[in-house]
């Protein structure tokens, strides 16, 4: 039997996450996909990626202005369109391939506000084209353990969930640098960040979100945060900043080989800076969040987002008709595109806890990880480049268009009701979404056994 030759990819946006599928398509997966060609709205990017396409052992990757990515397509013939770029330009590309007749695998988040959020629904309807969001924290063993513990019934029916995301003070500044500060380019935390929170939610709960109500702030990313710190002389970027030598928070581009290369050699391309201050008066997203979600299937969600915490991790806690899990995770700080692995678990400060009703609780050995984001970046490649080849799936961890909505819409729905300060629901947001398909989880109606006292 002979060999399918390889599917073809492109990827565009050329900034420190692309590397993984880049990667992936010239190193691991090789026989089964074939990277034919790179774009990026910056020439330096585009090389520097190319030049490290050639030192795996590729072929010479054909690179492409972002002006002209129908060209591209044109020219390269590419199955599937790996979309990488700033989020606010996702939209753009993700519609634009499908009708070049493209399939698209896009980084989370899909997009950021409903207006795009609807463009792309409409666009997959007219095509039929295939949008994979790659949700990596749906691999991560100790996620999937959770889901594999509720879709058990450990717990009966799960009727509400506790949920706090916190960044360390290393991880979250970073969004304050780059530009994720600005609601126009990210939709801000709640959509560029939680994305992940959101979609591991309706995943765990096989849900989805119907009103959202929010309120958020700017409290420490502040002038006056500086100015508490006797940083009263900050420049507006880190590098030859003159209170650099007195900043917890300055990052030090230069003395990075990845960020280096990848940021500050490319600057005079086209401006970007990758490095500025924390504290500028010009940032406009918010630092310390909390929202109320009720969910379809009838389960309450309370959930907060800290950029400014003193760890790095969550902690969640699901209560049902039969009991309540608790689940804490600590992970790495890193900083994106450093060179280090991102959100690798701190395994002796991650647990998993069962409390039955009028029974003794219990500790459940959590199932082991490694690799970047819990172990998930690895696993999500494999289903991703080679499914053929990876066991059958009963947690339907692949995410499409449907669920790539629904974990944006709380974002958005919640960046609604932070400026009008009233409950929003979903559905004022778009038209036309279909529900993803989600695992069978207990039968709500079954008969419950609960111990006397």
């Known amino acids: 039997m002979s060999t399918p030759d390889p599917k073809r ?24 996909a074939k990277l034919v060609a790179l774009c990026d709205v910056n020439a330096g990017r585009i090389e520097l990626s190319r030049d490290r396409a050639r030192e795996k052992g590729e072929h010479d990757v054909p690179g492409y202005a972002a002006d002209d990515f129908d060209r591209m397509v044109a020219e390269t013939k590419p199955d599937t369109i790996i979309v990488c770029s700033r989020d606010d330009t996702h939209d753009r590309y993700i519609t634009r391939a499908m009708e070049l007749g493209c399939d698209v695998v896009t980084e989370k988040p899909m997009t950021i ?14 095509t039929g084209r295939s949008v994979r969001v790659c949700f990596n924290y749906r691999y991560s063993p100790p996620r999937v353990q959770i889901k594999d513990l509720l879709m058990s019934g450990v717990i009966g029916d799960v009727l509400n969930v506790d949920f706090h995301w916190l ?11 780059r530009w994720h500060r600005n609601k126009r380019h990210s939709g801000g935390l709640l959509v560029h960040k939680a994305t992940h929170h959101f979609d591991l939610v309706n995943w765990w709960l096989s849900s989805e979100p ?6 958020g702030a700017r409290r420490f990313y502040l002038p006056r945060t500086a100015e508490r710190l006797g940083l009263h002389d900050h420049g507006e970027r880190c590098h030859g900043c003159p209170a650099a030598d007195r900043c917890g928070f300055v990052l030090d581009m230069a ?17 970007y800076y990758r490095d ?43 209560n049902g008709t039969l009991g309540r899990l608790e689940h804490r995770c600590e992970e790495t700080v890193y900083v994106n595109a450093d060179g280090s692995v991102p959100g690798a678990l701190k395994k002796e400060k991650t647990w998993i806890r069962v409390y039955p009703h009028r029974r003794p609780a219990y500790s459940v050995d959590v199932w082991a990880a490694d690799g970047g984001h819990g172990g998930a970046d690895p696993v999500m490649l494999g289903y991703l480049f080679d499914p ?16 790539g909505a629904c974990s944006i819409l709380t974002g958005i729905a919640a960046n609604h009701s932070m400026r009008e300060g009233r409950p929003v629901r979903i ?17 709500a109606a079954a008969p419950l056994t609960i111990p006397r006292p």
């Open 9 to 32: 990819y492109a990827i565009v946006g050329l900034g420190g996450r692309h590397e993984m599928y880049r990667d992936a398509c010239t190193e691991t997966y090789r026989d089964q």
């Open 113 to 126: 506000d409903a207006a795009r959020c609807q463009r792309i629904l409409d666009t997959q309807r007219r």
């Open 167 to 177: 960044l360390d003070i290393g991880h979250g500044a970073d969004y304050f640098r």
């Open 210 to 215: 119907v009103t959202v109500q929010a309120t």
């Open 255 to 271: 003395a990075n080989e990845s960020l280096k290369a990848l940021y500050l050699d490319c600057e005079a391309h086209d401006g």
């Open 276 to 318: 500025r201050c924390v504290f500028s008066d010009r940032i406009d997203i918010e630092d310390t969040m909390a929202l109320a979600v009720d969910y379809a299937n009838g389960v309450k969600l309370s959930y907060s987002l800290t950029a400014f915490a003193s760890w790095e991790g969550y902690i969640i806690s699901f």
């Open 388 to 403: 053929d080849n990876q066991p059958d799936d009963k947690y339907l961890r692949a995410a499409d268009h449907r669920a």
């Open 427 to 443: 559905d004022e947001l778009v038209t036309g979404l279909d529900l993803p398909d989600w695992p069978v989880m207990p039968n």
